[in-house]
């Protein structure tokens, strides 16, 4: 089973806000009383934070869906929503967050680096919170809002000072273990090494980390033997060393053509890299030593004699050292402390991040409305922040909520924008992307006669403040009266014209 892996896909849910309540309070004597519902609570973050003690992504490896706590629901009484509780997933040093499409969303560096992967969802409002003076009793609330969902690739990059490179079994493990107190795998096959491992070497007043990458092979830009999956690794460190092998069993290779071999992966790999943005030194332009390691055998220090005068042609450090009987490696030790602490200074410093204040457009309406075909119809889809976010805060199966979603919708100036796109009354209208949309029939507030029903949640009767007097009242009743004795002085008159003679009678009130 594979016990480290630095590339994940990782799917992030944030926690869903919790629905507001809809309550009314009841008192002795008031059995209404006023609203009391409170409002639900917001739904936890999904955070990826540095920790010291994480070396890997296994654990996303295996569990790739990652949600927070949802909020809890209000309650009557005023008893809010708990709020949910942050996801924090511990990443190692030198993730790199990314989009699908390869967007570098965060770069984390430094223990403690925290990056918010996943926003929880709002908690929806209780009737209380909606009350207002023309409001006064909602029999409604808002639901909470879904958390935010987004699939991020998590790509490790270790961070180190110094990277080992060179072919397999060109004893770079050897070689950390020696100079650090870290304990790779060793053995005397290819590719032992199947996981980069750090270790911290101390050489007087330097102190510096020691990457050691898995061996390369021609071929490892494209993906060749572990190619690309670990050449990242070597993309943010100050130093490079080349480590050759002086006592190659195989005939045909030496020194100087395994160099010249892993240069040419190297520069391959760096032609792809977007160096000027990190601002890093160019990949091969990076302070480079050459290392002759297994110099403590005969055909070792005969290797090495041959070879080192065309190494120094380079212009760089050439070393030998021997991982064994260490010899050369407090010398190598040394030169490259020296070597990343001229890098580090060199690194320009930090700039803080200037605060950048940008006002709204006092224009600005915050949605739009673009036509479409739905169903082979013209349909019109409304795209913006404030009315999706309203919708899915409505609960569809009360009435007076879908009234208070029409009457937002109104004063933010859907109806206008609907209308000046060529909508008519019985228009199929779509709020929200994709098919997650809510589909209706548009009915807007002027045909429909709604504003001739006043504020919605008030009662127009309960707003009648004038009392009839005495006199008025008495004058309705002969008004009443007046009416009465004139219906039924027009009844007389028709039955005395024979207006209601019964055929069947001769006149004097017999049947004929």
């Known amino acids: ?16 806000g919790g629905n507001g309540a809809a309550s009314i309070r009841r008192e002795k ?34 569990k790739p869906h ?24 511990p990443v190692p040093d030198g993730t790199v967050v990314t989009t699908e499409d390869g967007t570098v969303l965060a770069d984390m560096i430094g223990i403690g680096t925290r990056y918010v992967a996943a926003r ?13 003076a023309k409001r006064k009793a909602p029999g409604f609330a808002l639901l909470g809002e879904p958390g935010q969902e987004r699939t991020l690739i998590l790509e490790l990059k270790s961070v180190a000072d110094v990277a080992l490179v060179g072919y397999p079994s060109a004893g770079k493990s050897s070689l950390i273990a020696a100079m650090s107190a870290a304990r790779p795998k060793i053995a005397d096959y290819p590719f032992t090494t199947l996981v980069p491992n750090l270790g911290v070497v101390e050489a007087g007043q330097h102190r510096y980390t020691v990457a050691d990458v898995p061996g390369l092979i021609p071929g490892a830009s494209q993906g060749k033997g572990l190619g690309l999956d670990f050449l990242r690794h070597i993309e943010r460190c100050h130093v490079i060393v080349h480590v050759l092998d002086a006592a190659a069993l195989e005939s045909e290779r030496d020194p100087v053509s395994d160099l010249e071999t892993i240069e040419a992966e190297l520069a391959a790999y760096a032609a792809s890299l977007d160096e000027e943005t990190e601002g890093r030194i160019p990949l091969m332009e990076r302070p480079t030593v050459i290392v002759l390691n297994k110099t403590d055998l005969p055909d070792g220090v005969d290797m090495a004699d041959m070879v080192r005068d065309r190494l120094g042609e380079r212009d760089v450090p050439v070393l030998d050292v021997s991982a064994v009987s260490h010899k050369g490696l407090r010398e190598l030790s040394f030169v490259l402390g020296e ?47 404030k009315p999706e976010r309203w919708v899915r805060q409505t609960d569809f199966a009360n009435d007076e909520a879908v009234g208070y979603l029409a009457d937002r919708l109104a004063r933010l100036g859907v109806e206008d924008e609907l209308y000046a796109a060529g909508a008519v009354a019985g228009s199929t209208v779509l709020i929200g992307p994709g098919e997650d949309a809510v589909v ?3 009915e807007p507030t002027m045909v429909g006669g709604a504003e001739l029903l006043g504020a919605r949640g008030t009662d127009q009767r309960l707003e009648e403040r004038h009392r009839p007097t005495r006199e008025e009242k008495r004058e309705q009743q002969r008004a009443r009266t007046a009416a009465r004795m004139d219906r039924l002085a027009a009844m007389e008159a028709e039955r005395q014209a024979g207006y209601w003679t019964d055929p069947a009678d001769d006149g004097d009130g017999r049947r004929v």
């Open 440 to 442: 209706f029939d548009w």
């Open 29 to 62: 004597f008031k059995p209404l009383a006023g609203p009391d519902g409170a409002n639900g609570g917001r739904g936890g973050d999904v955070i990826l934070e540095v920790d010291a003690s994480t070396t890997t992504l296994l654990e996303y490896h295996h």
């Open 120 to 132: 929880g969802g709002n908690g929806g409002l209780g009737n209380a919170a909606l009350a207002s």
């Open 339 to 385: 070597l990343v602490e001229e890098a580090r200074q060199a690194l320009p410093a930090p700039d803080a991040a200037p605060i950048v204040i940008t006002p709204a457009a006092e224009d600005e309406k915050g949605f739009r409305v673009v036509t479409e075909q739905y169903d082979g119809e013209t349909a019109y889809r409304v795209q913006g922040d």
């Open 1 to 16: 089973m594979a016990t480290f892996v630095d590339r994940v896909r990782l799917q992030v849910i944030g926690g869903s």
């Open 66 to 89: 990652q949600r927070a706590t949802s909020g809890g629901f209000g309650k009557g009484d005023l008893r809010h929503g708990a709020r949910g509780a942050d996801l924090v997933l």
